[in-house]
């Protein structure tokens, strides 16, 4: 977001209440400067900005969960990096170990809202600076965008979030000469009121112009509109449970979803529930739930079935914990072994084959194919907000040329009568509607199995006339049970899935 230019004059265009001394900054710029306290030595890995630990008696409150909010913020617009994945990483990085669960749910929260309306707040942000920062000021303009994050949707105090911030820029290593800009401008955010509502222009500005035009072009703009806020929603904790969703919806405090989903509403540590440790559940979207459903629904329990691209394995869970005989194929090392250990905590087997499905060609046949192939994820965006940066146009002809040779293998893989389920979680007819297409044109040997209504919940609008699933963002599930005063988010992913008939 932050975009880069040669030479600089660090100036914003509003001074506001803080007037920036431009001329001591240039000259020495950490003169008369003063580093927020910290108590005893710096751990080594906090050595890279300087940041006292979470444990630290003098660490401002809030300091490390917004440093950690600013890490997960520039791994993903300067990194290119996965949201997930940066989450994952930091949360295991020595320098966060101390900071609390309430913490790392903030910097997470701070994080993903950064992430979800970085344009609009970035032009609010560059309609105030004479000069977009350079990309060696890339943490200073994280600073600045999480911070206007918390100021224009979050409705943190002012005061925390700007003097935070201003810590934070006297921290960084490369800026600390900036704290007065960040300061005047965060100051002049909030004199003038700006805010990011969540009106009809702010959440197509939220997107990239190529996603919302396809959107338009494929379901038609209110349609667009409705998926577009949709995805900047915070997604449900959905859990899929090995029997008796609604006695589970009722000891965690949730709803029970005609799909047989347990949906809980978000927050606190997953580990922490119930039925957590017990291997009772896993967590999976309600809509990526249906595809693995359908295939046991349609060749029944007992059946040899293949879960191809199978990492991190909730399709395998389901089709395991329903008594089918599953091969999980994954061309992962590491997520194969992830995918192990889900397996191992929640006591379900499979056997797990280490392999790339284009080229895969065991010595036998299978009741029933999963392919969940790799594809854009933009029917993901609510638990994904990082898509949003890095996913690019080129991507979707890119990624629809790998489902189609994964599809190419899979077919053989189908005993004659037996049935193929593909799917995508993205939201581009590329890779859904249109794959199928290509595919049945030149497969004679495949027929569509049309998806009937109230099959494994499925509901008659989520149903395209070709008789596939098609899931948007903005449909919601019906309810069948709900705890009292309990009232779980709405949406689910964005799901296309096809079931096809060897004949
Ligand atoms: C959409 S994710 C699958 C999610 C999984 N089915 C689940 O429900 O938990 C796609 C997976 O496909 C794997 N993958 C990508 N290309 C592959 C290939 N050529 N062969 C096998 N696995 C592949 C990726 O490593 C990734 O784990």
């Not at 990526?288 to 990492?311: Q, Y």
Request: glycine share 6%; charged share 25%; with cysteine.
């Amino acid at each position: 977001m932050v975009t880069h230019c040669a030479r600089h004059r660090w100036r914003p265009r509003t001074l506001g209440l803080n007037r920036v001394n431009q001329k001591q900054s240039k000259a020495n710029p950490r003169r008369g400067k003063r580093r927020p306290a910290t108590s005893g030595p710096v751990a080594k890995a906090d050595q890279r900005i300087g940041v006292p630990k979470s444990t630290g008696k003098n660490t401002p409150p809030g300091l490390v969960a917004r440093e950690l909010a600013v890490d997960l913020v520039v791994a993903v617009l300067t990194q290119n990096r996965a949201f997930d994945e940066a989450l994952t990483a930091a949360f295991a990085a020595p320098r966060y170990a101390d900071l609390e669960a309430r913490d790392r749910g903030l910097a997470r929260q701070i994080a993903a809202t950064t992430l979800r309306y970085a344009r609009p707040l970035q032009a609010r942000l560059d309609s105030r600076l004479d000069k977009p920062l350079s990309a060696r000021y890339a943490r200073i303009g994280a600073i600045l965008l999480t911070a206007a994050a918390q100021l224009c949707r979050l409705a943190i105090p002012p005061h925390a979030v700007i003097s935070l911030a201003v810590d934070q820029t006297r921290y960084a290593r490369a800026g600390s000469h900036l704290d007065k800009l960040v300061n005047a401008v965060l100051r002049g955010l909030v004199r003038d009121g700006v805010s990011v509502s969540s009106d009809r222009e702010t959440i197509r500005e939220t997107l990239p112009g190529w996603m919302w035009l396809r959107w338009v072009k494929n379901y038609g703009e209110a349609t667009a509109q409705d998926i577009a806020e949709a995805s900047l929603q915070e997604a449900a904790l959905d859990l899929s449970v090995k029997s008796a969703p609604p006695q589970w919806a009722e000891r965690l405090n949730g709803a029970a979803l005609a799909t047989d989903t347990v949906r809980l509403v978000p927050g606190g540590r997953i580990e922490d529930l119930e039925g957590f440790a017990s291997g009772d559940w896993w967590v999976q979207d309600a809509a990526a739930a249906l595809p693995a459903r359908l295939a046991s629904l349609t060749v029944g329990p007992a059946a040899e079935v293949a879960d191809l691209c199978a990492a991190p394995g909730g399709k395998t869970a389901l089709l395991a914990a329903t008594g089918a005989r599953v091969t999980a194929v994954e061309i992962s090392a590491d997520r194969l072994q992830r995918l192990a250990a889900n397996l191992d905590r929640l006591g379900l087997s499979a056997e797990l084959v280490e392999a790339d499905i284009a080229t895969w060609n065991p010595a036998r046949q299978f009741d029933a194919v999963l392919l969940d192939a790799p594809c854009t994820a933009t029917g993901t965006i609510r638990r994904h907000p990082d898509i949003i940066h890095l996913k690019r146009e080129s991507d979707v002809a890119r990624l629809a040329t790998i489902q189609a040779s994964l599809l190419e293998n899979a077919v053989n893989l189908v005993r004659p009568g037996g049935c193929l389920v593909y799917c995508t979680c993205s939201l581009e007819p590329e890779e859904g509607e249109q794959q199928m297409s290509a595919f049945l044109a030149s497969h004679p040997e495949f027929e569509v199995m049309p998806i009937e209504p109230g099959l494994a919940g499925i509901e008659a609008s989520w149903i395209t006339p070709e008789g596939y699933l098609r899931t948007l963002p903005s449909f919601t599930p019906t309810i069948v049970a709900e705890g009292d005063g309990v009232s779980v988010p709405k949406g689910m992913d964005g799901f296309f899935a096809a079931r096809l008939r060897r004949l």
